[in-house]
């Protein structure tokens, strides 16, 4: 099946000898800077501990990416997996050589998919299923950056395979993959494989139905959970302080110290780096910190950042 990923995915090319050598010192400095910035990072201290537990968080977050796989699923529909399930009978039913068995299919395949589109005329990708996976790395920003320094000097010294290890672990995310129908091409590898038999070709029409059950195709969606969290907390801090701003307020502030540690720890776990609107955000509850802490009214900036962290969050993910 091919795979299609939300992931960024660098690739360096080595071409030839001088080449090399210019990828080779690219990379060094590349590796050197980020270092430093692991410095630059290093000795954050953890949050003061917020009233909402880990459990209350976890549910919270679990409602917020199950809001995606809805999505996702209100696209699904029973005569698409059965277009699939034709289709795959179809192959069957010529391998046994029954012909007009495998084309009865191969059309209500047909008939299927295009009630489908005709419903959704906008889709390109037509979703058969959806799995959901939750991955969660219980860690500090510390903790991670030390990892990363030593990814980083394995690295250089060209031990990828030790960089590889050190850094298959640095994942916290919810990942959603849903296995689509391509409606570009196959359609018309259905229409093709119907003529191939009705031709006598039985192999050939085996082969091109093969090639389209195999060409279905996995979009992988990566929900970040350091940054779901800063969402909770953030939703948190908005109730509590509409509820009594008062007897609240540390709570408030609290929450908001614990959304800004969340967001360092999704930079520093790769999944916004280098993102203007993280910095934006995280200046933007630093001040709500001081304004909280000073007894301000923050009612309206609270509901901003509210909405801020939505939209970014749609953003990475």
């Known amino acids: 099946m ?9 690739v360096f090319i080595v071409i030839s000898g001088l080449l090399l050598g210019s990828c080779q010192s690219d990379t060094s400095k590349k590796i050197e800077k980020a270092k430093d910035e692991v410095k630059e990072m290093a000795n954050i201290p ?11 968080i976890m549910l919270r977050d679990q409602e917020k990416a199950q809001q995606k796989v809805l999505k996702v ?38 008939r299927k998919i295009e009630t ?4 959704y005329p906008e889709l390109k990708l037509l979703p058969v299923s959806v799995d959901v996976r939750r991955n ?21 010294n060209e031990d990828v ?25 196959y359609p018309d590898a259905i229409k093709k494989a119907i003529q191939l038999v009705n031709s006598e070709k039985i192999n050939e029409a085996q082969i091109v139905l093969l090639k389209a059950l195999n060409g279905l195709v996995i979009v992988n969606k990566i929900i970040p959970i350091p940054l779901l969290n800063a969402g909770v907390m953030i939703e ?5 302080y509409l509820e009594d701003r008062s007897a609240n307020i ?27 609107t993280y910095k934006e955000l995280a200046r933007d509850i630093v001040k709500l910190k001081k304004s909280a802490k000073a007894n301000s009214d923050i009612k309206e900036a609270l509901d901003k950042l509210h909405l801020d962290i939505i939209d970014f969050s749609e953003s990475v993910y």
């Open 46 to 56: 953890l949050p003061a501990k917020i009233n909402l537990t880990q459990d209350e």
């Open 250 to 276: 540390d709570e408030v502030a609290n929450l908001l110290e614990n959304a800004e540690y969340q967001l360092k720890l999704s930079e520093a776990l790769g999944y916004s780096k280098g993102k203007k």
């Open 236 to 240: 948190e801090a908005n109730r509590l």
């Open 161 to 185: 395979q030790e960089a590889r290890a050190l850094l298959s672990g640095l994942s916290s995310e919810i990942d959603i993959s849903s296995v689509n129908i391509p409606l570009a091409t």
């Open 73 to 110: 699923k209100k696209k699904m529909a029973a005569e698409a997996v059965e277009a699939v399930m034709e289709t795959q009978n179809a192959v069957q039913l010529l391998s046994a050589n029954k012909k007009l068995e495998a084309i009865k299919n191969l059309n209500n395949a047909l």
């Open 136 to 156: 969660e790395l219980i860690t500090d920003i510390n903790t991670v950056n030390k990892i990363r320094k030593e990814a980083y000097k394995a690295l250089k």
């Open 2 to 10: 091919k795979k299609v990923n939300s992931r960024i995915l660098y």
């Open 116 to 119: 489908v589109t005709h419903k």
